[in-house]
């Protein structure tokens, strides 16, 4: 069976659709840091997690590698969470997705300076809005 994976850029790098973007650098490549560490290499052919960058908000995605060749090819993409940042005040806010793909910002998480907290209660997912 061959599996067509999904485009990455070097590094475990973002898309960036938006070069433009105000995010910060050092800030992006924090995001893109961790997406890199969720998944153990030995599993980098069965699952990844992945951020794509779109002015001034990052997506992080959940792919997965087709479990059976009747599936086809393509791999599939869940949708985690999404970080957007206010560039304005300097801050940045997570947003969760709802049934409909709608984004939704996490009442119960504050915004804050850096990504690197708002990536912790990712992690910690208390009521599985993020992983499910």
């Keep these: 069976m061959t599996v ?3 485009e990455r850029l070097p590094g475990g790098r973002c898309g960036i659709t938006n ?18 560490k969720r998944v153990p290499p ?16 990052v997506t992080i995605l959940e792919r997965r590698a087709p479990w059976s060749s009747e599936l086809g090819t393509e791999w599939t ?10 560039s304005d005040g300097g801050e940045w806010s997570v947003y969760w997705a709802d049934r409909n793909g709608r984004w939704l910002p ?17 992690d910690r997912n208390p009521d599985g809005v993020f992983w499910g």
């Design 106 to 122: 996490h009442p119960d998480v504050p915004q804050a300076k850096t990504p690197v907290a708002l990536l912790a209660e990712i």
């Design 19 to 36: 070069p433009m973007s105000p995010i910060p650098e050092f800030q992006q490549r924090q995001i893109e840091r961790w997406c890199a």
């Design 42 to 57: 030995d599993l980098a052919d069965e699952i990844r997690i992945e951020c794509k960058r779109r002015g001034s908000a």
């Design 77 to 86: 993409e869940q949708r985690v969470a999404q970080l957007r940042y206010d």
């Design 4 to 6: 067509t994976e999904p």
